[in-house]
């Protein structure tokens, strides 16, 4: 049910927009918003590019009830020890908030946090089907052929709907990759989350939980995607031997956080030959060092953490739903569980 809207209430809110994301101060002429009569204020981009000054923009956040804004360039400015009194409501336009969700402020329990989740699943599974797909058909090695001006056709290859591919973290984006696996490739995917009871809907051809659950999936996978969150129970999840128990041939795509392992887990594994390769959008320490011996092997691929993008359109929307949700005092969407530092939702 929608509540009705206390026009007395809204005229006296404060909504700060702190984001560097393109035409994400478009949400203040958002037909929808203006109905709600907020006192809406952007920070100008002078403000927010120079991050000396966290004062300035500490100056235009103290004012807000509700902040809506990008965890890196508002963390400086919240970190500040002054008193939130007016602070009621903070909304990531990321989909991470591991920048900001153990400040002093967000310990207020009154202090609600939101994350622009939900968007990032269509993306990530385009990087994750597309690194899969350039892997299967060799394209590095074609390419390569094509440079030396070779013609040599390969004589076999594993078709998508032949492999298994295991999926740590079965939330939105998780699930995504899944569906667009197995309803659109035909592929088998094992899926590893905290409760398979809150998943019974799953696209996942199975589904595992705990340390049992998690050693079974790796020995059985062609494909190892990691799209984990960066919680207590994740960090390091899979250092130690654990990736011993993989198929030589297992390659591993991180989409997730760099926290699952350390560099020098994933450098003894391919090392060792655990596993034939890597595919990294995320790592333990970002930006990689130059010095990083990731770099330089033939069988890992680095991107600089690009897998999926907030696009502005796609943030705003979320951003427009959220604040009408405020204002008519229903359920926000993407609240975050700050005591877990979390999502407040299984994955």
């Known amino acids: 049910?929608?509540?009705?809207?206390?026009?007395?209430?809204?005229?006296?809110?404060?909504?700060?927009?702190?984001?560097?994301?393109?035409?994400?101060?478009?949400?203040?002429?958002?037909?929808?918003v203006l109905r709600l009569n907020l006192n809406i204020v952007v920070v100008p981009r002078s403000v927010l590019e120079n991050k000396e000054d966290a004062q300035a923009l500490c100056g235009y956040l103290q004012q807000a009830a509700v902040i809506i804004?990008?965890?890196?360039?508002?963390?400086?400015?919240?970190?500040?020890?002054?008193?939130?009194?007016n602070l009621k409501w903070i909304h990531s336009t990321w989909a991470g908030v591991n920048a900001i969700v153990n400040l002093p402020v967000l310990q207020n329990n009154q202090v609600i946090l939101s994350?622009?989740?939900?968007?990032?699943?269509?993306?990530?599974?385009?990087?994750?089907?597309?690194?899969?797909?350039?892997?299967?058909?060799?394209?590095?090695?074609?390419?390569?052929?094509?440079?030396?001006?070779?013609?040599?056709?390969?004589?076999t290859l594993r078709p998508?709907?032949?492999?298994?591919?295991?999926?740590?973290?079965?939330?939105n984006i998780g699930e995504e990759i899944s569906r667009v696996l197995t309803m659109g490739y035909r592929a088998k995917v094992w899926?590893?989350?905290?409760?398979?009871?809150?998943?019974?809907?799953?696209?996942?051809?199975?589904?595992?939980?705990?340390?049992?659950?998690?050693?079974?999936?790796?020995?059985?996978?062609?494909?190892?995607?990691?799209?984990?969150?960066?919680?207590?129970?994740?960090?390091?999840?899979?250092?130690?031997?654990i990736l011993s128990k993989c198929k030589p041939s297992c390659v591993f795509i991180n989409v997730g956080r760099g926290s699952i392992c350390t560099t020098q887990t994933l450098l003894?594994?391919?090392?060792?030959?655990?596993?034939?390769?890597?595919?990294?959008?995320?790592?333990?320490?970002?930006p990689l060092p130059a010095t990083c011996p990731l770099w330089d092997l033939e069988n890992v691929f680095i991107t600089p953490h690009v897998s999926a993008l907030s696009l502005s359109s796609e943030v705003s929307e979320l951003v427009v739903d959220n604040l009408q949700r405020y204002c008519q005092e229903r359920d926000l969407l993407f609240v975050v569980d700050k005591s877990k530092g979390r999502k407040c939702f299984h994955y």
């Open 160 to 171: 998508l709907y032949s492999l298994t591919v295991g999926i740590l973290g079965l939330g």
């Open 69 to 85: 804004g990008d965890p890196g360039l508002i963390r400086p400015a919240l970190e500040n020890d002054k008193e939130w009194k």
């Open 1 to 32: 049910r929608v509540a009705k809207v206390k026009p007395v209430f809204m005229a006296t809110l404060t909504v700060v927009i702190a984001s560097d994301i393109s035409s994400i101060e478009e949400v203040a002429q958002h037909p929808a």
């Open 191 to 241: 899926g590893y989350c905290n409760s398979p009871s809150k998943h019974s809907s799953s696209t996942a051809t199975k589904l595992v939980s705990g340390p049992e659950g998690l050693s079974e999936l790796v020995a059985e996978v062609d494909y190892l995607i990691n799209v984990l969150p960066h919680t207590e129970e994740t960090v390091g999840l899979l250092d130690g031997e």
């Open 115 to 155: 994350r622009s989740g939900g968007l990032m699943g269509p993306q990530m599974a385009e990087y994750c089907i597309s690194w899969i797909v350039q892997h299967e058909r060799r394209f590095d090695e074609l390419r390569q052929n094509q440079k030396k001006h070779v013609w040599r056709p390969y004589k």
């Open 268 to 286: 003894g594994a391919l090392e060792k030959k655990w596993i034939a390769g890597a595919v990294l959008d995320v790592l333990e320490e970002e």
